[in-house]
């Protein structure tokens, strides 16, 4: 028995700085919105999924299903959580996607809390490097950054463009996704950064080489919640249930384990392609992508192994414009991790909340017309990779 | 397992996991062939040579590893195949300023203090890589 199914409300809170709250509470105003939009009762939903990354290391808080189910009134019902780093919430979605379509469930939550800003850059650099190898990669002294700085000196090589050149190429995305973290209300940056320029990002603090300050996404605090059903439930109950066609999803070991093509991004590539393959749709399909940009080289590399450019082709893209709105593919209209925020846990399900009020033009300071969408999200150095694809239309 | 790495590391030998399958050499060794997943490997000491794939300055590090700064952090591909990461005993500054990739290296052991964190809670070894041309 295989279900179609749709999400009903999305909930997120304004990402940036919450040291006043706990997880929990910091989840139940997404939640707020996210039911509030559903029109549901609180009895229908039957589970939930919550993704969060290292709620151990910044509040000293695991077993969290539980506390998170009590905290918005539905103790009692199953609740699980989910750690896949920053792909946490995708992989929560994802899961509870193949329970509502294979009849587990018919209403269930989705979501995710993560407390990185709160946490301070030592702490939040350190709790974010559990997701590479504990034994042979953190051990050098290895973040994150320095994960995507290697991969874009690579590129570069790879590719043979000039590092500096190349460097130009990537600041675009940082550019282009602080314009529009800069006009949304909910972004950490909104206001902020709308006007920078190539410049900055080139002459901004060296974080890990070639990668500067602005070519990285903030630590963030930040929660978002999706519900979901089966497609009949949504139909019965809100205007536009936006359709979930496809999902997939891949894993792969430590960086170096994965010699043959850290540039491709080959578990990205299996993701996109099964979710491509579910959905029975090419990424000419897409109309909209919303991609983890945690670094600006990780948005090009993204772009391309989803299909949308040419291996060695996505720098040039997003210097040509082809990702912004008005471009052939836009890619981060929300702004991305980038100038939106990323707290990690919460992040795949924040991109199912700008995808959704996209869809159903609800987005208010972008306008795109699109009626597919497709999210991706990164957990690690390519350790988990999930890709969703939703659309307007049922089938 | 992975003691026997650095261990191993600190007397100046490299060790893999040579495959009995398909030869690949898996270094550091795991539990199964990094290209078949084969468990039928065997231990071997390798050369210890290779090249500079690509490497980073780090100038913003974690807690526990911010008295190191600014350090280079590289991918070297072994003279066997096997990629590994550890760290470029040249100054920031050269590594910033020169393109390294591709340059000849030998890898060492070099032990710093452990941190809260990391798996083996006596010391932390990171394999070093020599510039040798
Ligand atoms: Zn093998």
């Known amino acids: 028995m295989k279900r179609d199914v749709a999400v009903l409300g999305v909930?997120?809170?304004?990402?940036?700085?919450?040291?006043?709250?706990?997880?929990?509470?910091?989840?139940?105003?997404?939640?707020?919105?996210?039911?509030?939009?559903?029109?549901?009762?609180?009895?229908?939903?039957?589970?939930?999924?919550?993704?969060?990354?290292?709620?151990?290391?910044?509040?000293?808080?695991?077993?969290?299903?539980?506390?998170?189910?009590?905290?918005?009134?539905?103790?009692?019902?199953?609740?699980?959580?989910?750690?896949?780093?920053?792909?946490?919430?995708?992989?929560?979605?994802?899961?509870?996607?193949?329970?509502?379509?294979?009849?587990?469930?018919?209403?269930?939550?989705?979501?995710?809390?993560?407390?990185?800003?709160?946490?301070?850059?030592?702490?939040?650099?350190?709790?974010?490097?559990?997701?590479?190898?504990?034994?042979?990669?953190?051990?050098?002294?290895?973040?994150?950054?320095?994960?995507?700085?290697?991969?874009?000196?690579?590129?570069?090589?790879?590719?043979?463009?000039?590092?500096?050149?190349?460097?130009?190429?990537?600041?675009?995305?940082?550019?282009?996704?602080?314009?529009?973290?800069?006009?949304?209300?909910?972004?950490?940056?909104?206001?902020?950064?709308?006007?920078?320029?190539?410049?900055?990002?080139?002459?901004?603090?060296?974080?890990?080489?070639?990668?500067?300050?602005?070519?990285?996404c903030p630590m963030t605090d930040g929660a978002s919640a999706v519900i979901i059903a089966t497609a009949d439930f949504a139909e019965d109950r809100v205007d536009e249930p936006i359709y979930v066609r496809g999902t997939g999803q891949a894993s792969a070991g430590s960086l170096f384990r994965q010699k043959w093509d850290i540039v491709k991004a080959l578990p990205r590539r299996k993701s996109a392609e099964m979710a491509y393959k579910e959905a029975g749709m090419t990424p000419k399909d897409i109309d909209v992508a919303f991609i983890h940009d945690c670094f600006t080289i990780a948005e090009v590399i993204a772009s391309e192994a989803m299909g949308f450019f040419e291996y060695g082709k996505g720098a040039d893209a997003v210097e040509e414009g082809l990702t912004w709105a008005d471009g052939e593919i836009p890619i981060n209209p929300d702004g991305g991790l980038i100038g939106k925020g990323h707290p990690v846990g919460a992040t795949g399900t924040a991109q199912i909340y700008s995808a959704v009020k996209l869809l159903r033009g609800e987005l208010d300071f972008v306008k795109i017309d699109a009626e597919t969408a497709i999210t991706d999200t990164l957990g690690g150095d390519f350790g988990t990779l999930v890709n969703i694809i939703l659309s307007v239309h049922r089938r | 397992m992975f003691k026997d790495f650095f261990s191993a590391l600190m007397e100046g030998k490299l060790i893999g996991a040579k495959c009995r399958e398909c030869e690949e050499i898996t270094c550091p060794p795991?539990?199964?062939?990094?290209?078949?997943?084969?468990?039928?490997?065997?231990?071997?000491?390798?050369?210890?040579?290779?090249?500079?794939?690509?490497?980073?300055?780090?100038?913003?590090?974690?807690?526990?590893?911010?008295?190191?700064?600014?350090?280079?952090?590289a991918i070297v591909e072994l003279d066997e195949g096997a990629w590994i990461i550890g760290r470029l005993d040249v100054d920031a500054e050269k590594a910033d300023n020169e393109d390294l990739i591709g340059k000849r290296v030998e890898v060492y052991g070099k032990e710093f203090p452990t941190e809260q964190f990391y798996p083996d809670k006596q010391r932390r070894v990171v394999p070093m890589f020599r510039v040798v041309e």
């Open chain 1, 11 to 216: 909930g997120q809170t304004k990402f940036g700085s919450h040291p006043d709250k706990t997880l929990p509470e910091l989840f139940a105003e997404a939640f707020f919105e996210a039911f509030d939009s559903s029109n549901i009762e609180l009895r229908d939903i039957e589970a939930i999924y919550f993704g969060n990354f290292v709620g151990e290391i910044t509040d000293g808080a695991a077993n969290l299903g539980g506390f998170i189910a009590d905290e918005i009134g539905l103790s009692g019902i199953p609740a699980y959580r989910f750690e896949g780093a920053c792909a946490s919430s995708s992989v929560a979605f994802r899961e509870a996607y193949l329970a509502v379509k294979h009849g587990i469930y018919d209403c269930v939550l989705v979501g995710g809390a993560e407390k990185l800003h709160s946490a301070g850059t030592p702490i939040g650099t350190r709790a974010l490097a559990t997701a590479l190898d504990s034994a042979y990669e953190v051990n050098s002294g290895l973040t994150f950054p320095g994960v995507f700085a290697l991969i874009a000196r690579l590129y570069a090589k790879t590719y043979d463009i000039p590092l500096d050149k190349l460097r130009e190429k990537i600041a675009h995305v940082s550019v282009k996704n602080h314009k529009y973290g800069a006009m949304n209300p909910k972004a950490q940056f909104y206001n902020k950064f709308g006007n920078l320029k190539v410049e900055d990002v080139l002459n901004s603090r060296m974080i890990c080489s070639p990668l500067t300050l602005f070519d990285c």
């Open chain 2, 30 to 73: 795991k539990s199964t062939c990094n290209r078949c997943g084969s468990r039928n490997l065997e231990i071997v000491e390798l050369s210890g040579k290779g090249k500079i794939v690509s490497y980073t300055v780090t100038y913003v590090a974690p807690l526990g590893y911010d008295r190191e700064v600014p350090y280079v952090v």
